[in-house]
């Protein structure tokens, strides 16, 4: 499951229209979505899931959606069936299809938004240095946090120190203590890299990239502030 995490968020280097949109147009996109997949029901939902699919094809980022569906799989059933016990199928159909929609668009960022240009993107319109590093590292350490789960697991269940059982695996805590290990050390290094940068302390950066805005960026822009409008008049 977190493999399929880890390549569903991973960036891909392609020199298609969405990778090459500039990093706010498509951030702007992202917030958006994610604040009409909030708020909205089914029909302005199964939109929002059209618009991931589009967008998947332009990317050629199908794989990204496939991998991501596979990942969450498990929590996406668990999610229906209780919702369909306190509720009712028509609020799990939603909700399943919110959750699908907001994770699909977050996949589609990551996987076509390389996080430096993110990054320098925001610090050009005036944000601190370590204000928009956030981000960049959010998106670079979430796919590693997956893929060191996933092996974690793996390597003890092997050893035999994980098994599974109901309703949880037998060994549990130590595969929890492995991981916060693992987080843990990745941290230190980030941190030790980014001193040795002199991230944050040293003045404003340069990028001999340059990054602009497109048609299409401003033709997925205004497509997602749509749904707003579509939104408010439901």
Known sequence: MFREIYYAFSLTKRATTVHKTHPLLKLSGLLIVF???????IKLLLIIILINLVEALISESLDNLYRTIRGLLLPILLIGFFASIFYNIYRAIEII?????????F????ATT??????ISLERIGLPTKVVIIPELALKVIPYIAIDIQQTLESLILRKEVKPAKPFPKGISKALAVIILSGMKRSYALAEAL?????GIAGKRTNIYDYKVTSYGIAQLLVKISLIILLLLQ
Do not use: D
Not at 195 to 199: E, I, Q, R, T, V
């Open 35 to 41: 604040l009409v997949a909030v708020l909205s029901h």
């Open 97 to 105: 299809l919110r959750v699908i929609a907001i994770a699909w668009a």
């Open 107 to 110: 996949s589609l960022f990551a």
């Open 114 to 119: 390389p996080p430096s240009e993110l990054s």
């Open 195 to 199: 001193l040795a940068k002199f991230y």
